[in-house]
């Protein structure tokens, strides 16, 4: 999708002040006026010729009136960004420097149309259980929110070595070095009737999985949570480690809790203690490195009942089996259990 029309925002450096830009025509040949408002120095214009990659926006401006001690070329280079602005740093050809910061400004009719701004937002959020999902899935859900936003542009970022944001249109054509990422994010923002923003933020990560649904309507935010609940909950999957709101290591930290008691010895206690916190981190580190929280794709994932359940299967697996394991320790402690040869 084309880069936005209108952006105001922030000046750093050895100049300081507000800036207002205004872009028109199209990504790779944009033209128009840049407008800084320095403390010390006063207004500026600058007319721009600009280039948009889909990720860094690049400028080149010369003064539209030449007053005293302006630069004669300005230039500067912003990488946009998960929230939608874009950052970067400029220079002049009189050695002045800095970085900059601009949000879009590109707002309906409505929002200037006199219509009350409400005094409160209202935010819907949702965690999910562990995450299994390719590319083509990040994009039909990307398609799917970006139904219910006629203004906004849907932003993928992603970490495949370095993080990277791009706009839905261009992540679809992009071509991976990688087959994985551990982390991906989807978010959009535009204005409502109010002219207050409404977004939605997915992110699938290896700490939490997450969407949230924030504006000014407590309707909207919240049927918007529930569609993507209802999108997003056939990608999940079943592990031992999350089930249930705990999981098998809380499990099997409590139950030794109320075992210990019975035990003859400080020296029976501490091996439980310690077998049961081996085996816990024994299950974590085999989950860490063969099913991770969240297993993003960029290519197409294997299809069909046994790709899908074996992960989940798996991870049963080691829990039950920890939990068995657990058992004879206790067991052979307390003396029910003796070993062969004894």
Same mark, same amino acid.
């Given at each position: ?6 952006w ?21 040949a ?61 220079e ?71 993080e ?21 994010? %989807? ?110 794709? %960029? ?13 989940s ?6 829990g ?17 259990l003796? %070993?062969?040869?004894?």
């Amino acid at each position: 999708m084309p880069v936005g029309k209108l952006w105001a925002g922030k000046v750093y450096g050895t100049n300081t002040g507000n800036l207002f830009v205004k872009l028109e025509g199209e990504d790779k040949a944009l033209k128009g006026t840049l407008h800084h408002n320095d403390p010390d120095a006063g207004i500026a214009v600058y007319d721009i010729a600009a280039f948009f990659d889909g990720t860094t926006l690049s400028l080149e401006g010369r003064p539209s009136k030449q007053m005293n001690g302006m630069p004669n070329l300005v230039k500067g280079t912003a990488r946009l960004q998960p929230t939608g602005n874009l950052e970067g740093q400029w220079e002049t050809d009189i050695g002045s420097a800095g970085t900059f910061v601009l949000f879009p400004h590109d707002r309906g009719e409505a929002s200037v149309s006199g219509v009350p701004v409400p005094d409160q937002m209202h935010s819907a959020r949702h965690n999910f259980g562990p995450i299994e999902i390719d590319r083509d899935q990040i994009v039909a859900l990307g398609d799917e929110i970006q139904r219910g936003f006629t203004k906004g542009r849907v932003i993928v970022t992603f970490v495949a070595g370095t993080e990277q944001s791009r706009f839905l249109e261009d992540f679809k054509r992009l071509n991976f070095n990688v087959d994985r990422v551990n982390l991906v994010k %989807l978010f959009v923002r535009e204005p409502d009737p109010s002219g207050i923003d409404k977004s939605i933020t997915v992110e699938f990560g290896q700490s939490v999985n997450w969407a949230m649904c924030q504006g000014v309507s407590e309707a909207w935010a919240l049927g918007e949570l529930e569609r993507l609940k209802r999108d997003i909950r056939r990608f999940e999957r079943m592990y031992a480690t999350r089930a249930i709101g705990g999981g098998i290591n809380q499990i099997m930290l409590v139950c030794p809790l109320v075992f210990l008691p019975s035990l003859a010895n400080l020296k029976d206690r501490a091996v439980l203690m310690g077998g049961v916190v081996a085996l816990a981190y024994a299950v974590t580190w085999l989950h860490t490195h063969y099913l991770p929280h969240s297993a993003i794709y %960029l290519s197409k994932r294997k299809e069909g009942w046994l790709a899908r359940f074996l992960p989940s299967a798996a991870s049963w697996l080691i829990g039950i089996a920890a939990s068995v394991i657990a058992t004879l320790l206790g067991a052979y402690l307390k003396g029910w259990l003796a %070993l062969p040869g004894q």
